[in-house]
């Protein structure tokens, strides 16, 4: 049933660290490792060895330069993956009830036996989360790792999303956003969790806390800095000549000039 | 938006057909026998051939009976519904006009009635997306409706009605054009509320994800051919609406009249690849483009 649920009995989801994603893509690759063994169809790649590679990936890490008022640019890392949105746009405009919210828990998912390929739920999608598989020619999305977090065959360790278990710099974090005492809820009341696109209505549970202030550069950086002064200086003599007169062929001089 | 063939064949070709059906239901013309069956050929083939080439753009043609099921919160499922119902209604009304000469006009006017529902579902899909604010606004239900009524008076050879419709249709066009070249901005969307980094800095897309197209990019982000969009707006302006005005001006022949329809079906077919390929979704805004 593509109509949505009124509430759903928790609100599992992902909260994303900006601050401390290094953006190795480590949980891109674990994603589409686990997700093309597991559930559903696998996530194909087109031309993989070729010249125009390109694949299905449910979970993508983009780059943002930051540059504030004063100061260097700053550079964040900003993995993104299904928001698991309250309010999903995707699920409502599905034809044929593929697209989903379940209940008990809010994952947002897609029946793949059902899904005619429209694409539709992707349109509806402001993040870019779903993405057709070209060769399967079925919609995939994020599952929050459904087949592990309820896993018993799994080390209870291993029972949380494979992005989440892999990331080495410990920037995701998986569990219960409905639960305000829960260690994802509390994580992003103390560093002011945001939504994405917030004016566009979804409503997603997953949340990003936003990279930690800088410190400033007001001081030396280091008290053995004066006596690390560069040393090169102009060549003089028939060094001088020499480098003068090579550098008007290639337009290159040694030194400050 | 990546202008599929297929969804511009569709829209403009059942857009067409749909509003021959609703003049057609209205009994506009109300010929009988042969004629008639000309007229209600030509209606199915527009309305249906539009229908079957939508089936082109799907993974899963085979499985397209589950889209009847959603119709609660699908635009998609209900305007499978209502196309079918359409099609149903005129053609028992059609079949008593082509072998009974009998006019039902309840029915045709219920027929005509979801025929013009069909056009409204086919255009809420694109309006209910709030993700491409091009698209998201009641003038693109106008813009349809206006368009399908405009070709439907044309092919109908209901000239007088036919002219008054078409300047109706230019103008929604005209409209629909002005709005939606500030609609994105209006908005509100940004790469700084796409991220929520805003309130460090202004952030600009560094490195995409992966240094190749992929779905997304492809589906989302076509760029191919806006530069020339101010162009092509005035060559679907001119074969949708001046050119069969000026011809239906003239004093009427049968030539001049298939010259008019067929001018106007180029011209709807340009408008729509400009609805999609000028349509912007605010997903590439993390892709640092538009
Ligand atoms: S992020 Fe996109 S795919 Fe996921 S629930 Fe929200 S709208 Fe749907
Ligand atoms: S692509 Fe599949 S899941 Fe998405 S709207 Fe179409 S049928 Fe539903
Ligand atoms: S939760 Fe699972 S499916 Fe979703 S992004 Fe992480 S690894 Fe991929």
Request: with cysteine.
């Amino acid at each position: 049933m593509t109509l949505l649920p009124d509430r759903t009995e928790k609100k599992l989801g992902l909260v994303i660290d900006l601050d401390t994603c290094v953006g190795c893509h480590a949980c891109v690759v674990s994603c589409k490792g686990w997700n093309t063994e597991n559930y559903g169809a696998p996530l194909s790649d087109q031309d993989p060895y070729g010249a125009d590679p390109s694949g299905t990936f449910l979970n993508r890490v983009h780059s943002y330069e930051v540059q504030p008022e004063t100061g260097p640019a700053q550079l964040i890392h900003f993995p993104k993956s299904c928001l698991h949105c309250d309010d999903a746009p995707c699920a409502t405009v599905c034809p044929t009830g593929a697209s989903y919210k379940r209940v008990e828990d809010g994952i947002v998912l897609v029946n793949e036996a059902d899904c005619i390929g429209c694409g539709l739920c992707a349109w509806a999608c402001p993040y870019g989360a779903r993405e057709m598989d070209a060769a399967e020619k079925v919609m995939k999305k994020c599952t929050l790792c459904v087949d592990r977090i309820y896993n018993d065959n799994l080390p209870e360790e291993d029972r949380v999303p494979a992005c989440v278990r892999t990331c080495p710099s410990g920037a995701r974090h998986f569990g219960d956003l409905g639960d305000p005492d829960s260690d994802v809820s509390q994580l992003v009341a103390a560093r002011g969790g945001m939504d994405l696109m917030p004016e566009l209505g979804t409503k997603p549970v997953n949340k990003y806390l936003p990279p930690r202030p800088k410190d400033g550069l007001d001081r030396d950086i280091d008290v053995l800095a004066p006596w690390l002064a560069p040393v090169a200086e102009d060549p003089k003599g028939f060094l001088g000549w020499l480098d003068r007169a090579l550098g008007k062929i290639d337009g290159k001089t040694t030194g400050g000039r | 938006m990546h202008p599929a063939p297929s969804v511009i064949l569709f829209t403009t070709l059942s857009g067409l057909g749909f509003g021959l059906l609703a003049f057609l239901g209205l009994g506009m013309p109300g010929s009988t026998g042969w004629v008639a069956f000309a007229f209600f050929a030509i209606a199915y083939g527009l309305a249906v051939g539009g229908l079957l080439a939508s089936t082109f753009h799907l993974g899963h043609p085979e499985r397209a009976l589950k889209a009847f099921t959603q119709w609660r919160s699908s635009w998609l499922s209900r305007e499978a519904w209502v196309s079918v119902a359409a099609l149903l209604v005129m053609g028992l009304y059609g079949a008593g006009r082509v072998f009974l000469g009998a006019h039902w006009a309840p029915l045709g006017l219920l027929g005509a009635a979801l025929s013009l529902a069909t056009v409204l579902t086919t255009s809420m899909i694109y309006t209910q997306l709030k993700t491409v604010p091009r698209w998201n606004t009641a003038l693109t239900p106008i813009l349809f409706l206006t368009f399908s009524l405009a070709g439907g008076a044309l092919l109908a050879g209901q000239i007088d009605i036919a002219r008054v419709l078409l300047a109706v249709a230019a103008a929604a066009q005209l409209a629909w054009w002005v709005r939606g070249d500030g609609a994105f901005e209006k908005s509100g969307t940004t790469l700084a509320s796409a991220t929520g980094l805003g309130p460090i800095g202004t952030p600009r897309a560094f490195e995409p994800p992966h240094t190749g197209p992929n779905y997304l990019t492809r589906e989302m982000i076509f760029v191919v051919g806006r530069a020339h969009a101010k162009l092509l707006r005035l060559v679907a302006a001119i074969l949708a609406f001046a050119a069969p005005l000026v011809l239906l001006s003239l004093p009427f022949s049968h030539g001049l009249a298939a010259l008019a329809v067929l001018g106007h079906l180029a011209g709807v077919f340009v408008s729509r690849w400009l609805f999609f390929a000028e349509a912007e979704h605010v997903v590439g805004l993390y892709y640092g483009k538009r």
